[in-house]
């Protein structure tokens, strides 16, 4: 072997027993490396000691909707959940569900909510919890889709 390459630590052949003293050596080492990181991947934060002021989020969700869905008037029957404290990918925030009807279907919309605006929403998923949820009436949204005016008459 060469005198540069002995220089810079590297063996010709790596025997058997070097082999698996460095493989357990790194198999007891991993674990504790993962253990480290763990408090790097959710940081703690106190929760709240009482629910966020619910006319005043459902507000903050009624605009939020009406703005970003195009058609909301054909909606309808729509119903929301308690807020529940939880931590995604923007940090701590609180998670609204919204479950509606679209043309005969029924859709459920996840809002979060960090000081009192809205951070992050989308069609719900099945981390979001929002099949496990209780719904109420949503007062702040129209309960009922404006008929089109136009009357069709029966196929009989």
Not at 92 to 110: E, M, N, V
Not at 120 to 145: H, I, K, L, N, W
């Amino acid at each position: 072997m060469s005198a540069e390459l002995q220089g810079l630590g590297l063996r010709r052949a790596y025997s058997a027993g070097a082999w698996l003293r460095d493989c357990a050596r790194a198999t007891l080492l991993l674990p504790l490396a993962l253990l480290g990181c763990s408090s790097v991947a959710l940081p703690q934060a106190e929760v709240p000691t009482s629910g966020p002021d619910t006319a005043a989020f459902h507000k903050i969700i009624a605009d939020y909707l009406k703005e970003t869905f195009k058609e909301i008037g054909t909606y309808d029957d729509f119903e929301i959940s308690d807020a529940r404290w939880m931590h995604t990918v923007k940090g701590w925030t609180w998670l609204h569900c919204i479950r509606f009807q679209d043309r005969a279907h029924t859709r459920t919309y996840a809002v979060f909510i960090q000081a009192d605006k809205v951070v992050d929403s989308r069609y719900a998923v099945t981390t979001d919890g929002c099949g496990e949820q209780t719904y109420v009436p949503f007062d702040a949204m129209p309960t009922t889709a404006p008929s089109s005016g136009i009357e069709l008459n029966p196929l009989h």
